[in-house]
């Protein structure tokens, strides 16, 4: 089994790991305290092709693999996670969605500005009633004939405020069930459509994060992906492949607190020696690097199935399972290692500790990936 990088993938984690240290760094803990969207960041990783990476090139793509992507994810989130789940939702959700299940004429007018950079998009599922729950849609499309009418409320929507072109799953046949549920593609500035609040929340501040409300927006028919009732399945094949992007977020914001708590132990000194020299430390750093290497191996396990054209609905689960729960037990105990000045905000590690708890709950909770991997399991 052959755990090397290839050359290519080797350059494209240093150029994103440069970009984060030179781009990202500088404001970081800035844009935390303000929930400052980083518009000009954002624009960068745009004319750098991460913000559509894995689409192809006739549409503006950089055709790259999921292992590529995962590397880039990765890196972008040991500094700063507002910005890697910015490139996640457009790539895994919004880009791949749309190039998987959309139309020819779908793919020319959206997809080729949602890959370079031009403009950005957002993926809209969950409601104040249905999180998790996928089936339990209240917003309604009702079919018009040449148009659908949009009524509803979403929540959470990452992007929110700042994305030009939104993927909305909506019910059209409540009889029907998750048989009735469809996906719309929506543009900011429709009559009815309106960007309420922005959350005032706990980690990823510098990402907008607001609730949706659509009141009596007209979409045209050839503005909805796939055949009719093709909603909810779209909603999950989507979500599977960001399963794994979420996954390599929470490897990044481990493997980030990680570096730091190595460095940090290494320079402060106990008891006349660094501490890293005290057993207590040390093992702390063990188990803290033994970890991260275990998610890592399911996380980048989880891309190539999706690369080899596996079925990646549980090896994606697995990852993004296991990698939330090392990052938030890392994060903890870089914030153990550094001692008071943990707790301090020019340390960063108090912020990737706020950051890591969003990938325990966003892309399903993990109760939810427990529900996809026994059912895998239990399949045969």
Known sequence: MDFSLSEEHLMIRDAARDFARTELLPGVIERDNQ???????????????????????????????????????????KI????????SV???????????????????????????????????LSE????????????????????????????????GGSADFYLVIAQTDKEKKHKGINAF??????????????????????????????????????NRIGEDGFGFKFAMKTLSGGRIGIASQALGIASGAYGLAREYSKVRKAFGTEICNHQAIAFKLADMHTSIEAARHLVMKAAWDKDQGNNYDMSG????????????????????????????????????????????????????????????????
């Not at 993004?320 to 994060?331: F, G, N, P, W």
């Open 35 to 77: 929930q400052k969207f980083p518009a000009e960041q954002v624009k960068k990783m745009g004319e750098l092709g991460f913000l559509g990476m894995m689409v192809d090139p006739k549409y503006g793509g950089g055709g790259m693999d999921t292992v590529s992507y995962v590397l880039v994810m990765e890196e972008l989130s």
């Open 80 to 87: 700063d996670a507002s910005c890697s789940v910015i490139v």
């Open 90 to 124: 457009n790539n895994s959700l919004v880009c791949y969605g749309l190039e998987k299940f959309g139309t020819e004429e779908q793919k020319q007018k959206y997809l080729t500005k949602l890959a370079t950079g031009e403009k950005l998009g957002a993926f809209c």
């Open 128 to 159: 104040p009633e249905a999180g998790s729950d996928a089936t339990s849609q209240r917003t309604t499309a009702i079919d018009k004939g040449d148009h659908y009418v949009l009524n509803g409320t979403k929540n959470w929507i990452t992007n």
């Open 185 to 222: 593609i929506v543009e900011k500035g429709w009559e009815g459509f309106e960007v309420g609040p922005k959350e005032d929340k706990l980690g990823i501040r510098g990402s907008d994060t607001h609730s949706l409300i659509f009141n009596d927006v007209k979409v045209p028919k050839e």
């Open 317 to 380: 689960a697995m990852a993004k399972l296991y990698a939330s729960q090392v990052a938030m037990d890392v994060t903890v105990e870089a914030v153990q290692v550094h001692g008071g000045n943990g707790y301090v905000k020019e340390y960063h590690v108090e912020r990737l500790m706020r950051d890591a708890k969003i990938t325990q709950i966003y892309e399903g909770t993990s109760e939810i990936q427990k529900i996809v991997i026994s059912r895998g399991l239990l399949r045969d």
